[in-house]
């Protein structure tokens, strides 16, 4: 996921690590006048062990001087709750829209 939003945003390709490196830095740059908002959708498929993309993509907003908007779209109501660490939860915001199904 990492190189594929690098790439989005930079044009370049790099691996994961290296996009890993470089992507705080465009998002919290103070001289940029760029916002960024980065939808994660499926958000339950982004789930693993160690949570390191999830605790990731909701700390970088919270960073000094970010200009990163990060909205998470997920099937399950009760994701944050019931799979997610506090570490994770603590850096997402309360904001939450259920939509009604059919």
Known sequence: ?????????TGKKAGA????????????SPTR???WVVVLDELDYLRS?????????????????SHLIVI????TIDLIQRYLPP?????????????GGA
């Open 33 to 35: 006048e760029r916002h």
């Open 17 to 28: 690590d290296k996009a890993l490196q470089q992507l705080p830095a465009i998002f919290t």
């Open 49 to 65: 062990r160690k949570q390191e993309v999830l605790y990731n993509m909701f700390e970088w907003p919270n960073r000094a001087n």
């Open 1 to 9: 996921m990492y190189s594929e939003l690098y790439r989005k945003i």
């Open 87 to 99: 570490k994770i939860d603590s850096r997402i915001g309360t904001a939450f829209v259920r939509f």
């Open 72 to 75: 998470g779209i997920a099937n």
